[in-house]
């Protein structure tokens, strides 16, 4: 009797700890790995993991391991539908397995990448409550902690409806033409602690071929579907490398910014030791073909190394030096668009440039210095295999010297306003037959500036006095010339510098004042002899003087702003025989922005332009009215409208021009998701119509033209 009751009770106890448990609550204690540690960094996306659970009444559970201590009671829930595993907002249940008070992620399923919030929830009492969350940081299948791809799209469909032509006006011969124009792209961002890789790839479509990006060079064989442009950045620690477009060198007289296709790298440490170097394509490319930019590398190329490194950076003078090397050639380039005969180049450099600055940042220098030997060497496709005369190398320095130095900063004056000024001049020289193939430098101009920028209070301008002349190397057949230019500006703005000093609040109603002079004298310095140049005397040697004056003042009225500019200059020719060709030209002009409301906007402006022909007696009138009108509602749809007219003739009555222009744009800025778009953009419609009537009495022509064109954008971005 005593055995039954013993085993009744036993029964009894089991069935109420199994009715406990399938009806308690869980709490999270821990997330870990397939070998039971603690998972605190990044995993991989299909890596298995565990979340351990403890019931949060129950003490007879270990809240370590979720294991029951009681060798008597072993119950088990196995309901996956009393949880809900959220990885962010996506719901990741149907991943897991329960068992055991464990829920298991299966292996053979990838998570997205990224860093995570992971979500637990129970089911209690018909409502779902969070039991648990934990931070869950996931690796891309590639291993990395971040990765991203982004693909760009934007289409284009232009269209000419109509155009009217009267009168003597020749017609296009495509009065009417739709066009489609398409850019597509992808960039993409991997990184890791220390390791970043990024990419961008651009595509260019069009349905006209003429418009293709190859066409200059391919004419009818260029493909409608090409490759404009793309480049690869790995950046490792200190290091980085570019493959594709890229652009490299920083010296202005030898290799500057050049952007090219092929490889370069970038080496700089903490104390900016510097070490780069670049492999690229002798020309311009683009296209799928050259992918790399190697081919036909051994006549077409641009090597080049470059190095810097800080000099006496913990001394009061701190100096940084940086050296480039250049080796470079390409071949004749043959452009059927352009009538010029092009020959083959060969060019070689050093380049230095020094940077200077004492530590309180008052004085700053730089000098650039570039040496270059050029040559044109033996060409088949011009030379077509006869024998040319040869051509010397030659080679030729240039320089670039830039100084500035803060005179006076931030000086209290007797009279209360702050005083600053900064002090700065240029001499650059190139010689004769200076060339490289990496840089524009103007050869045979040596240029002279200083100048000075200052402030008093609100008060602030800038002089400048400028020279420059060409024949460095004084030729007695080649003419001589010299360009001087005296500039000087100031601008004050009344309503700061009148402030009302009781409530120290500008004084709107008075205007910011711009005030500009420039005069340039261009002239000769040597008067070439008949015999050796052909000249005639003085009557060829120029000289001229252009004196430019400038006002504009500007009204800013809380939301609103008014501007009014007037324009003057003078050209004076001192020419003997040309003593009377002298232009003077008056330009008055308004401009009105009114932000009638938050979303509502308009802009009005009026000008009137006089050009004085005093050898010819004329005075040519250009007068101008535009309007335009801006609205833009909260969800991204927008509309503008702008007119313009303007007409021009003059006092001889020779010509009339009258012109029309009308524009209306319609634009609505697309979100993810709007629209049933799985991309962020924008799509727009524009209108246009252009009017033009021509009379021209010296010639007795009448003619009208007029355009209406319409173009379709839709741009997209993930």
């Given at each position: 009797m005593n055995k039954k009751l013993m085993t009744l009770r036993v029964a009894i106890l089991i069935a109420s700890a199994q009715t406990t448990l399938a009806s308690s609550q869980f709490e999270l204690t821990s997330v870990v790995d397939e070998k039971g540690r603690v998972i605190e960094g990044w995993v991989d996306n299909n890596q298995p993991f565990t979340l351990r659970l403890k019931q949060s009444n129950n003490p007879a559970l270990d809240s370590a391991n979720g294991e029951q201590r009681s060798p008597i009671l072993k119950p088990q829930i196995t309901r996956i539908n009393e949880f809900r595993i959220n990885l962010g907002d996506t719901d990741i249940s149907s991943l897991f397995e329960f068992q055991n008070n464990r829920l298991t992620k299966k292996a053979e399923?990838?998570?997205?990448?990224?860093?995570?919030?992971?979500?637990?929830?129970?089911?209690?009492?018909?409502?779902?409550?969070?039991?648990?969350?934990?931070?869950?940081?996931?690796?891309?299948?590639?291993?990395?902690?971040?990765?991203?791809?982004?693909?760009?799209?934007?289409?284009?469909?232009?269209?000419?409806?109509?155009?009217?032509?009267?009168?003597?006006?020749?017609?296009?011969?495509?009065?009417?033409?739709?066009?489609?124009?398409?850019?597509?792209?992808?960039?993409?961002?991997?990184?890791?602690?220390?390791?970043?890789?990024?990419?961008?790839f651009n595509l260019f479509a069009v349905s006209n071929?003429?418009?293709?990006?190859?066409?200059?060079?391919?004419?009818?064989?260029?493909?409608?579907?090409?490759?404009?442009?793309?480049?690869?950045?790995?950046?490792?620690?200190?290091?980085?490398?570019?493959?594709?477009?890229?652009?490299?060198?920083?010296?202005?007289?030898?290799?500057?910014?050049?952007?090219?296709?092929?490889?370069?790298?970038?080496?700089?440490?903490?104390?900016?030791?510097?070490?780069?170097?670049?492999?690229?394509?002798?020309?311009?490319l683009v296209g799928y073909n050259n992918f790399f930019g190697f081919s036909g590398y051994s006549k077409q190329f641009v090597n080049s190394l470059g190095f810097g490194v800080n000099m006496f950076s913990e001394n009061r003078i701190s100096v940084r030096l940086e050296g480039s090397y250049l080796d470079a050639e390409r071949i004749s380039q043959n452009d059927f668009g352009i009538g010029e005969i092009t020959s083959a180049e060969k060019n070689q450099g050093l380049g230095i440039k020094l940077i200077a600055s004492d530590s309180e940042g008052r004085l700053n220098a730089d000098?650039?210095?570039?040496?270059?030997?050029?040559?044109?060497?033996?060409?088949?496709?011009?030379?077509?295999?006869?024998?040319?005369?040869?051509?010397?190398?030659?080679?030729?320095?240039?320089?670039?010297?830039?100084?500035?130095?803060?005179?006076?900063?931030?000086?209290v004056t007797p009279w209360g306003p702050i005083a600053t000024i900064n002090l700065n001049a240029n001499h650059s020289s190139a010689e004769p037959l200076y060339q490289t193939l990496t840089a524009f430098v103007q050869a045979n101009i040596e240029n002279k500036i200083v100048g000075a920028q200052y402030q008093f209070g609100h008060v602030s301008g800038n002089l400048s006095v400028q020279s420059s002349r060409d024949n460095l190397d004084n030729i007695v057949s080649l003419l001589t010339t010299k360009t001087k230019t005296n500039s000087a500006s100031v601008g004050i703005p009344l309503p700061s510098l009148l402030m009302d000093e009781e409530n120290q609040e500008a004084i709107t109603w008075l205007p910011n004042i711009d005030i500009n002079y420039q005069q340039t004298h261009q002239f000769a310095i040597s008067s070439p002899e008949q015999s050796n140049s052909g000249f005639n005397d003085n009557s060829h040697l120029p000289d001229q003087v252009t004196d430019s004056y400038d006002i504009a003042e500007s009204w800013q009225l809380e939301r609103n702003s008014f501007s009014l500019q007037t324009s003057f200059n003078k050209q004076d020719n001192r020419q003997v025989g040309r003593e009377q060709a002298d232009f003077s030209n008056l330009l008055h002009s308004a401009n009105f922005n009114y932000q009638q409301n938050d979303t509502t906007s308009w802009t009005f402006s009026l000008s009137k332009n006089r050009q004085n022909d005093i050898e010819n007696k004329k005075i040519q009138y250009a007068d101008s009215v535009a309007v335009s009108y801006n609205w833009q509602s909260i969800d991204g749809l927008a509309i503008s409208f702008s007119y313009g007219l303007s007409k021009e003739d003059d006092s001889l009555n020779e010509s009339r021009n009258t012109a029309t222009t009308a524009d209306l744009a319609l634009i609505k800025n697309l979100t993810k998701g709007e629209w049933w778009l799985p991309a962020n953009g924008s799509i727009s419609v524009r209108v246009n119509y252009n009017d033009s009537q021509l009379i021209d009495n010296v010639f007795d022509q009448r003619n009208t033209q007029g355009t209406t064109t319409a173009l379709l954008s839709l741009n997209l971005s993930l």
């Open positions: 399923i990838p998570l997205p990448h990224g860093e995570h919030l992971l979500t637990i929830k129970q089911k209690w009492n018909n409502q779902w409550i969070t039991i648990g969350e934990a931070n869950l940081s996931i690796l891309s299948s590639a291993g990395f902690k971040q990765a991203a791809w982004t693909p760009r799209l934007e289409l284009n469909i232009n269209s000419q409806l109509d155009e009217q032509v009267t009168g003597d006006a020749t017609p296009s011969n495509k009065p009417t033409f739709t066009e489609l124009t398409a850019s597509i792209g992808l960039s993409s961002h991997h990184q890791n602690d220390d390791l970043t890789i990024e990419s961008n071929r003429e418009q293709a990006i190859q066409f200059s060079n391919k004419s009818r064989n260029a493909t409608k579907l090409d490759l404009s442009d793309y480049s690869i950045s790995i950046n490792k620690g200190d290091h980085q490398i570019v493959i594709g477009h890229t652009s490299y060198g920083n010296n202005s007289l030898l290799i500057d910014g050049l952007s090219r296709r092929g490889v370069s790298w970038h080496f700089q440490n903490e104390d900016q030791l510097a070490f780069n170097g670049a492999i690229l394509s002798g020309s311009d000098l650039v210095v570039g040496l270059s030997q050029y040559t044109n060497p033996d060409d088949l496709a011009l030379s077509l295999g006869e024998q040319l005369v040869n051509l010397d190398t030659e080679t030729a320095l240039a320089h670039n010297l830039n100084l500035s130095y803060v005179l006076v900063q931030d000086w």
